[in-house]
């Protein structure tokens, strides 16, 4: 077998590959004795008729298009990999029919898709600015003061209904003075200020009292139902109750429910907080790093993607979409309606992070290849330990479950980013501090009443 390999763009190359008469007798006989059990002939029982008789009766010819099929898938592995080329796609094959003879063998083509050339530019030496991990008192407060209103009451209280409190209504909605499908509760617990309502409902119902009742005059919005879009609405509405949200005081009580080890009075409550919140800006911060690090290097460089993986890419995409719909136990179209997309909407969108991805993973692959960063066995053991003391399973569960190649990646990847890490140039951001005393936001607590290779 001769192969001549020629690139004949950024991404494609043309293997003109000859197989030797020799290597086609071999794919002829394949081809003999794949067709042999379905031959009938008189005198001979399916699948006994000799080589030299079945020729002789309906020729070599007769057997070629089989043989071609096995001649290929023979050579065109071969030649891919002795050639190193690496493809991401199946190739267009071309057979040159001239030259097609049990005496000669032939010539055919294959043209195909493969890891596209990447040319690099700045990757080292970048220049980022990291996000503040600095924590203030204002911060603090905020934190501790939304886990005390998940803690809050809702009491009877009583005088006029505020923003903030809970209204607890019959409602009933009327246009043109006709009751609307859809538009009647009972007993129905309403937070004035929450927006649950339609704009414009909830506001009419500051002031009201227990037991009064109030008309509530609206329009619905242009993007309602459009039965109802734009239409004008009067809600008759009674008032129960109204409730007023009741929020605990910070104390050693309280700091005690929370069962954390280590931490018994209010002071050291808060300096877990106050950790908690530094812990979550230092991973927000190292998370926006290598991203932004990522980003920079790969908008740096230049590479012509083949269109087939980034089409591979976005049905991946689809597929993980489609497996989330799965486990919520809805339609895939359903769940796009949550996300507010249309099917044409998200495969747009899915297509361009396709790219991306696709282009994220080219150049830090490329990176590698330049800076020499191999990952050796041990590393690639090390890390299947690592993963298996994480995850809490068996060290042979996790080799069955990780690929070694796309391990393989991982680590290189996590080799790339800490060369961007190690090389990259940090503006100045503001030094650490604890939590800095500011003015505290005043209270309002209320007296008690939420790549493929081919193989």
Known sequence: MNVKVERISDNQVKLTIEVSKEEF?????????????????????????????????????????EAVNFAINDTYPQAIQENKVEVVNYPELDIDFKTLSHETGFTYTAVVDVIPEVTLGEYKGLVVKPLSTRVTKKEVEEDINAKLAQKAENLVKEGPAELGDTVVIDFEGFVDGVAFEGGKSENYALELGSGSFIPGFEEQLVGTTENSEVDVNVVFPENYHAE??????????????????????????????????????????????????????????????????????????????????????????????EAQAKQYKMPFEVLLQYMGQTLEQFEEQAAKRAETQVKVELVISK??????????????????????????????????????????????????????????????????????????????????????KAE
């Not at 890490?421 to 936001?441: C, G, N, Q």
């Open 25 to 65: 007798g071999v794919a002829l006989d394949k081809a003999f004795e794949k067709v042999s059990p379905t031959v009938k002939v008189d005198g001979f029982r399916p699948g006994k008729l000799p080589k030299s008789s079945f020729i002789k009766r309906f020729g070599y010819e007769s057997l070629y298009e």
């Open 228 to 321: 109802l879009a734009s239409k004008a609405a009067v809600f008759k509405v009674k008032v129960h109750e109204v409730k007023q949200k009741v929020i605990p005081e910070l104390t050693e009580e309280f700091v005690a429910e929370q069962n954390i080890e280590g931490v018994t009075t209010v002071e050291e409550y808060r300096k877990h907080t106050e950790q908690h919140i530094r812990s979550h800006k230092e991973a927000e911060s190292e998370r926006k790093f290598v991203n932004d690090l990522v980003e920079l290097a790969t908008k740096n460089a230049s590479v012509n993607i083949p269109k087939c993986l980034i089409d591979e890419e976005a049905k991946r995409l689809k597929a993980d979409a």
């Open 367 to 452: 990176i590698a290849e330049v800076e020499g960063l191999q990952v050796t066995k041990e590393e690639l053991e090390a890390e299947y330990a690592n993963l298996a003391a994480k995850y809490n399973m068996e060290l042979e569960a996790v080799k069955k479950a990780v690929h070694p190649q796309n391990l393989y990646l991982q680590v290189e990847q996590q080799k790339v980013i800490n060369l961007l890490k190690e090389t990259a140039v940090t503006k100045a951001a503001k030094k650490e501090a604890p939590a800095k005393e500011e003015a505290p936001a005043k209270k309002t607590r209320k007296p008690c009443a939420k790549k493929a």
